[in-house]
């Protein structure tokens, strides 16, 4: 699994520096559509002060002693005008390197690690009761589903987390142990 961590600029700048060779040759239509997308994580990743209640978080993978950036998301915390605290993430990306090959497990490994950093985050430094992650395609929906059907049935076919278009809402992470 990844671990899910804020960057800041100087982060982000890494992480560019890791995926750009992998935007070239084939890809080069990849990195003009992620172009504006980039663009506006890096400008987030630049404020200073950083936003308490949103920003860019990495997840990253520190086997081998390197650090290596599989992929990013935006995440924001209690919107205005909304009742209550809630984790948000968004623009789930994956390191260019996955475009053409990303098999099942490592798709499901990255969305485990989505899931279970937003919970983390939401208890404890982003405190809230609920999450909600948006799931880009019916492709992430169907591991998604497939990872929260499995954890169903480790909650003894309880759970509090529920889907509503593309978006998997984890109504209460008290009820979930990610420890």
Known sequence: MFKLARIDLAGFKDLLTQWEPHFDG???????????????????????????????????????GKKTYEGFTHINHKLPRTPHAEVRLVWNALHPRYENELKPETLAQFTVSYIVGA???????????????????????????????????????????????NWLHIVDVTKIDVS
């Open 26 to 64: 084939d890809s080069g239509l990849l990195y003009d559509h992620c172009r504006p997308f980039l663009d506006h994580a890096e400008r987030i990743c630049g404020e200073k002060p950083q936003d308490p209640t949103y920003g860019i978080w990495a997840l990253i993978d520190e086997n081998g």
């Open 119 to 165: 919970i983390k985050l939401a208890k404890g430094d982003l405190l809230a009761q609920s999450v909600r992650i948006y799931l880009g395609n019916a492709t992430d929906r169907s591991y998604a589903q497939g990872i929260v059907a499995s954890m169903k049935s480790e909650m003894n076919g309880t759970s509090p987390i529920e889907f509503a278009g």
